[in-house]
Structure formats: C-alpha cells, structure tokens
Nanobody
C-alpha cells in the first residue's frame, strides 16, 4: 500500500525556519520524483519544489528559491523541505507528491504552515 505522510508544519514567526518531512511507505523515494506543493484557501495548489528520481536534480519556484531546500534521505525513504527566512505569504497547507513512470501521482495528507508577522 503506497502512502505519503507529510509532517513538520506549525506556527512560526516571520524570518524563522521549519523543516517539513515527507515519509514514504510502500515504495522508495529514490524511484520517484518527489514534489512539494502548497495551497491557500480559495486558490489552486501550486508546485514549489521537486527533486528528480534520475539524478537528484532539484527545482524551485521563484517564490521560494534561495530560501527553501529540498533533499532526499533514501535510507529513510523520506524527502525534506527545509524552509528558511519564512514570510507571511508562505502560510499555506503543504503537500508532498510522488510520481514515476507508470505510477502515481500519490499525495500526502498535507501539513499546515502558519507564518505570523
């Protein structure tokens, strides 16, 4: 049974940091491209970062580039999103997603990040 479990959200002041984790069960993360998305109420879910399955290349939306860093721990089948210099506009529910050729996409349940001013 394939599952993704996102965790690590919480309340933080602007300028602070959080680290989100996306733990996979039923598959290994190095065989999938893993992405982080976020969604605020009333708006579409948007992709902000991903790490590829082929060579571990990472990609970032311009809104988070230079502040967020995605990484993969194959031994723990977990992908992390380190979020630094958080801004109020980063407030959202964050989701992780896994996709591979012929499999997925699979979604985690979401974790809420609230950044206060």
């Amino acid at each position: 049974d394939v599952q993704l479990q996102a965790s690590g959200g919480g309340l933080v002041q602007a300028g602070g940091s959080l680290r989100l984790s996306c733990a996979a069960s039923g598959f290994t993360v190095d065989h999938y491209s893993i992405g982080w998305f976020r969604q605020v109420p009333g708006k579409a879910r948007l992709g902000i970062s991903c790490i590829s399955t082929t060579d571990g290349s990472t990609y970032y939306d311009q809104s988070v580039k230079g502040r967020f860093a995605i990484s993969r721990d194959n031994a723990k089948s977990t992908v992390h999103l380190q979020m630094n210099s958080l801004k109020v506009e980063d407030t959202a529910v964050y989701y992780c997603n896994a996709v591979s050729i012929g499999a997925g996409p699979y979604w985690g349940q979401g974790t809420l990040v609230t950044v206060s001013s």
